[in-house]
């Protein structure tokens, strides 16, 4: 289920084993990936409104697709959670996200660029993340959930990365895009392990 290299040019990959030890725990798994989406719905919401029209053409409907498609992701995680007997928690913590966007830069165009790069990273990981649980999965429920999400996860990585595209010259939003691929790299690589989408190996 791996997407091909030229697909997902993430300069790390994540080996089986870290999707074994990750559903050793898929009530916790679950929970992680509840809030991963609803931040990621937000995330869309937030750069359809504070940006609505300055950059391409179908900017907002774009966005708005994205958060309908993360919205109804969450739906489906919390269906799964809820029938295993699991619930939210009021509190939750994504050192990964929270150091990637760390990596933004503040005002004009290049905050646009990275935080459209940064949300390209993270849908880029999580689809190689949801590939790889896919495959690793012995729930038959949990292994064509994520078996979906991983297509869904792909598209958004790409749409992301045209739409950087859009933002900046081909140079300069190439030059910033290897920039990301290996800070992104370096801060995975340093995640603690556990029942996460985004853990350490």
Not at 116 to 141: H, K, Q, T
Request: net charge positive; glycine share 6%; with cysteine.
């Amino acid at each position: 289920m791996p997407a091909a290299p030229h697909e997902l040019p993430l300069l790390s990959r994540t080996p089986a084993g870290w999707a074994h030890a990750a559903l050793s725990d898929p009530v916790a798994l679950l929970i992680d990936h509840a809030f991963l989406e609803k931040k990621a719905a937000n995330n869309a919401m937030e750069l359809m409104t504070r940006w609505p029209g300055d950059w391409t053409p179908g900017w907002v409907e774009t966005m708005a697709a994205i958060a309908r498609d993360e919205t109804a992701h969450l739906a489906q995680v919390l269906r799964l959670l809820a029938k295993r007997g699991g619930r939210l928690e009021r509190v939750h913590k994504n050192p990964y996200a929270t150091a990637l966007r760390l990596l933004v830069r503040k005002g004009g165009t290049g905050e646009i660029l990275d935080r459209v790069l940064v949300s390209a990273l993270i849908e880029a990981r999580s689809c190689e993340r949801f590939g790889v649980l896919a495959a690793a999965a012995a729930d038959p429920e949990i292994a064509a959930f994520y078996k979906a999400l991983f297509a869904s996860e792909l598209g958004h990585y790409k749409v992301f990365l045209k739409l950087a595209s859009k933002i900046a010259p081909a140079h300069a939003m190439d030059a910033r895009w290897r920039q990301m691929l290996a800070e992104e790299a370096r801060i995975l690589g340093e995640q603690t392990p556990g029942p996460r989408i985004h853990s350490g190996v």
